[in-house]
């Protein structure tokens, strides 16, 4: 939907967008605040269209339209020393045929806004006589670097704002995944944990009771000196092993020799 002036205005700013153009919203005839306003002004930064000046109101309903065919002086104003004038509106809001002489219309159609109606180049430029006033370029000169300004504002704004937004998420998901790491670390060392308790029939919580002490380290020199004890009773049991075969052969040996004895 394109009803309000608030839509209008957003399709006039992409009608009228940089670097082509400068556009710029309730600008007064002259400089201050007082008086009439236009609703928006189109400046073309492009010299071979001459700089051309376009004053724009806008109107969202009949009402609003009919007060301004009431009074059509009331744009005097910008309508006198702008190159060209028109109105913008929804569509079907304005007949064409009641437009006063020389005024253009622009209407929404396919996302952006379509000159339903050409506006006519105003007369004074074919005198070569510019109205404006000078003080008046000087204010729309002001204008134009305090929009400037403000647009680089909201752009640096925005900026922070995002790379605050990235940080604070990238931050959330290297916490999350160092936390879900150690979460997986603590879980391996629970089961390890468990299958050591299960197959040695001890709690960890009890080898003091069982006389190995409280101190990590003299928990840990005992395992040490069980692992050592392991390793010596499997050396014993080679050499045992060793013992018995050579026995066996020994046995062997006598029982043959009995064998041949005549």
Not at 156 to 165: I, L, M, N
Not at 188 to 200: F, I, P
């Given at each position: 939907m394109t009803d309000t002036a608030a839509d209008i205005r957003r399709l006039l700013a992409g009608r009228y967008s940089s670097p082509e153009w400068f556009l710029t919203f309730e600008v007064p005839i002259h400089e201050g605040n007082g008086g009439r306003r236009i609703d928006a002004l189109a400046i073309s930064r492009i010299a071979s269209r001459g700089h051309e000046i376009h004053a724009i109101e806008v109107k969202v309903n009949r009402s609003d339209w009919g007060a301004e065919l009431d009074n059509p002086a009331k744009a005097d104003g910008?309508?006198?020393?702008?190159?060209?004038?028109?109105?913008?509106?929804?569509?079907?809001?304005?007949?064409?045929?009641?437009?006063?002489?020389?005024?253009?219309?622009?209407?929404?159609?396919?996302?952006?806004?379509r000159e339903a109606v050409p506006a006519a180049l105003n007369p004074w430029r074919e005198n070569?006589?510019?109205?404006?006033?000078?003080?008046?370029?000087?204010?729309?000169?002001?204008?134009?670097?305090?929009?400037?300004?403000?647009?680089?504002?909201?752009?640096?704004?925005?900026?922070?704002?995002?790379?605050?937004?990235?940080?604070?998420?990238?931050?959330?998901?290297?916490?999350?995944?160092?936390?879900?790491?150690?979460?997986?670390?603590?879980?391996?060392?629970?089961?390890?944990?468990?299958?050591?308790?299960?197959?040695?029939?001890?709690?960890?919580?009890?080898?003091?009771?069982?006389?190995?002490?409280?101190?990590?380290?003299?928990?840990?020199?005992?395992?040490?000196?069980?692992?050592?004890?392991?390793?010596?009773?499997?050396?014993?049991?080679?050499?045992?092993d060793s013992l018995l075969r050579l026995l066996h052969d020994v046995d062997e040996t006598i029982a043959g020799r009995k064998l041949e004895r005549p």
């Open positions: 910008w309508g006198l020393v702008a190159d060209r004038f028109y109105v913008a509106t929804p569509k079907g809001l304005v007949d064409p045929v009641e437009l006063p002489a020389g005024w253009g219309l622009y209407e929404p159609a396919s996302g952006g806004l070569g006589k510019d109205p404006i006033d000078r003080r008046m370029f000087v204010f729309l000169i002001r204008r134009a670097l305090e929009s400037d300004e403000s647009s680089l504002k909201v752009a640096v704004a925005k900026a922070y704002a995002d790379g605050e937004a990235y940080g604070k998420q990238n931050g959330r998901t290297e916490g999350q995944y160092r936390e879900e790491s150690a979460r997986r670390k603590l879980a391996d060392l629970e089961s390890e944990v468990a299958r050591y308790e299960k197959a040695s029939g001890v709690k960890v919580a009890d080898w003091e009771r069982i006389g190995f002490g409280s101190d990590p380290e003299e928990r840990g020199r005992a395992v040490r000196y069980l692992i050592s004890g392991r390793k010596a009773v499997d050396h014993i049991n080679q050499i045992r």
